[in-house]
């Protein structure tokens, strides 16, 4: 794919950065706001010499994900807040077995069906696993089009380096706003030796064993070891964003399209001379703590700002605690918020900091 830029909506640069990344499968089954990611790969995939299979259920996508998973191919299923729910279980299976895949969840309001407009509840899911078991998931969180487009390409590539399932954190607004979107292809696609551990099939090579299930007395607990040690390393790939913070007093933390949002409100606020910064989490999981944790040793006060009823907000006071606390406004999933939302609690929030 040669390098341009397009005009298209962010569940297309979600296609467009998965074919870029060598993906050739895709599983999955529509459900708003991300419909246009299996619409566009029926079509896109086959062109681009893959597979594409409409599934019967998210179960059954996320079950066909877990097979090309084992078999060393990039593949990847997209869908919804109630559609990741039901692929729990098998992202799970994945990360106990050690398997590389990509899902993309385009969160709507919940709890239940809720509605089809965009939230961010799903943010404990996403970065606890969201399974049974003691396991981790690489989380990044799109912003917009062009980081919807990237973000897909680097979750391929963590996804083999670290062997584990990586989720691509969107929303409603992420999915459907339309944006100018530079295409580009890496210029090395690295599965990270998966033939070291792919089933293939074992004609002359010995066996590989993919599972997760170890009854043995003490295997499963080396196993679980073995995996915390991973999960930590994946800490090296914490990134964030920081908007004015050298000199702010006030820091508001918000990901993903509110944290789009609040940049606006921050730089707002910033012309009309409040001291206010602002720490875009690119990664939730993990988490940028040590970002937070340096700005709170240096006395500045915080603000959490999220579409839910207050998630992230756990993970910014844990960062941050023994040096400060932060705030919280939660926009309610339901209604879709503007800049001028943010204005009045920011300011509110630097009043109790002054």
Not at 128 to 153: K, N, V, W
Not at 239 to 248: F, K
């Amino acid at each position: 794919m040669e390098d341009k830029k397009i005009f298209i909506r962010g569940n297309e640069a979600v296609c467009y950065g998965a074919l870029s990344a060598g993906a050739r499968c895709y599983f999955g089954y529509p459900i708003t706001p991300q419909s246009e990611i299996p619409e566009m790969m029926s079509k896109a995939m086959p062109e681009a010499g893959g597979s594409f299979v409409q599934a019967e259920s998210e179960l059954a996508a996320a079950s066909m994900l877990m097979g090309a998973a084992a078999a060393g191919v990039r593949a990847f299923t997209s869908s919804s807040s109630p559609g990741v729910s039901l692929m729990q279980e098998c992202i799970s299976y994945m990360s106990g077995s050690q398997l590389p895949a990509v899902i993309v969840n385009m969160n709507r309001g919940g709890p239940g069906l809720g509605d089809i407009g965009s939230a961010q509840g799903d943010y404990y899911q996403a970065t606890r696993g969201g399974g049974h078991g003691d396991y981790r998931t690489l989380t990044l969180a799109p912003s917009g089009c062009q980081e919807a487009h990237d973000m897909m390409i680097r979750a391929f590539d963590l996804a083999f380096k670290y062997r584990n399932p990586v989720l691509v954190l969107g929303d409603g607004v992420v999915g459907t706003m339309k944006e100018p979107v530079r295409l580009w292809t890496p210029s090395q696609i690295n599965s990270h030796a998966a033939a070291s551990w792919q089933v293939s099939g074992a004609a002359g090579r010995e066996k590989h064993v993919l599972k997760s299930l170890y009854l043995l007395d003490g295997v499963l607990a080396a196993h679980n070891r073995k995996l915390q040690e991973k999960f930590a390393a994946m800490r090296a790939e914490t990134e964030a964003e920081c908007v004015e913070t050298a000199d702010a007093s006030l820091v508001v933390v918000a990901y993903g399209s509110i944290g789009r949002i609040a940049k606006s409100a921050v730089r707002l606020l910033r012309s009309q001379g409040l001291k206010v910064g602002l720490v875009r989490p690119i990664t939730l999981y993990p988490f940028p703590d040590k970002v937070l944790q340096d700005l709170a040793e240096h006395g500045k006060k915080f603000l959490t700002i999220e579409h839910n009823c207050g998630q992230m907000v756990d993970d910014v006071r844990l960062a941050i605690r023994g040096y400060a606390d932060s705030d919280f406004h939660g926009h309610m999933p339901g209604a879709v918020p503007a800049m001028d939302d943010f204005i009045g609690p920011i300011e509110e929030a630097a009043r109790r900091t002054a």
